[in-house]
Nanobody, 124 residues
Framework: QVQLVESGGGLVQAGGSLRLSCAASGRTFSSYAMGWFRQAPGKEREFVAAISASGGSTYYADSVKGRFTISRDNAKNTVYLQMNRIQPENTADYYC?????????????????WGQGTQVTVSS
């Protein structure tokens, strides 16, 4: 069983930066691939980024490629999402997710555990 707790959300101006963190419980964090998803008001949840269990491979949605960076620190059981040049359309609740495999997916049902989300609001 894995518990995920996101933090780092808040209000940010367009063009600014924000770093989200997701702290995981459990001793096997390094064997889980991790993903970030988001859900904007009135929209379905969508994939943002994912990282393999080792951290050696990452994958991004086209809409965030080049602006967002996913990373992880397996010693701290934490995965991060660095968001740069953030835009108003990035306003959403951001969720981290873990899958009991070493490789990632952009498919929601692939993930076994989810955090409660952290809200990001971008002002124009």
């Amino acid at each position: 069983q894995v518990q995920l707790v996101e933090s780092g959300g808040g209000l940010v101006q367009a063009g600014g930066s924000l770093r989200l963190s997701c702290a995981a419980s459990g001793r096997t964090f390094s064997s889980y691939a991790m993903g970030w998803f988001r859900q904007a008001p009135g929209k379905e949840r969508e994939f943002v980024a994912a990282i393999s269990a080792s951290g050696g491979s990452t994958y991004y949605a086209d809409s965030v490629k080049g602006r967002f960076t996913i990373s992880r620190d397996n010693a701290k059981n934490t995965v991060y999402l660095q968001m740069n040049r953030i835009q108003p359309e990035n306003t959403a609740d951001y969720y981290c997710a873990a899958t009991e495999t070493t490789y990632y997916s952009d498919y929601e049902p692939f993930y076994d555990y989810w955090g409660q989300g952290t809200q990001v609001t971008v002002s124009s």
